[in-house]
């Protein structure tokens, strides 16, 4: 795990659904650090420092480009 690198922080479990969905789908090596103690205590979520989105470092160009189009892309219908 001493490759992987923090690129990303989250507050709730429910903002990761849709990143994890699209990590797979471009077969990027991920982990969610504290993902699973938010999902069972999501107030305790700053405390812990939220979700935190860790990725290979050969990978993290690719993974911001992604979180960047991802924050451009969204529209309310």
Do not use: C
Not at 5 to 20: A, D, G, M, P
């Amino acid at each position: 795990m001493e490759d992987f690198k923090i690129i990303r922080t989250f507050n709730y479990s429910h903002e990761i659904v849709v990143l994890k969905h699209l990590l797979e789908q471009e077969k990027i090596n991920y982990f969610f650090e504290n993902e699973t103690l938010v999902s069972i205590d999501p107030f305790g979520s700053f405390a812990y420092g939220g979700i935190k989105l860790k990725v290979h470092i050969n990978d993290f160009e690719k993974v911001q480009e992604l979180l960047d189009n991802m924050n451009t892309k969204l529209t309310i219908v």
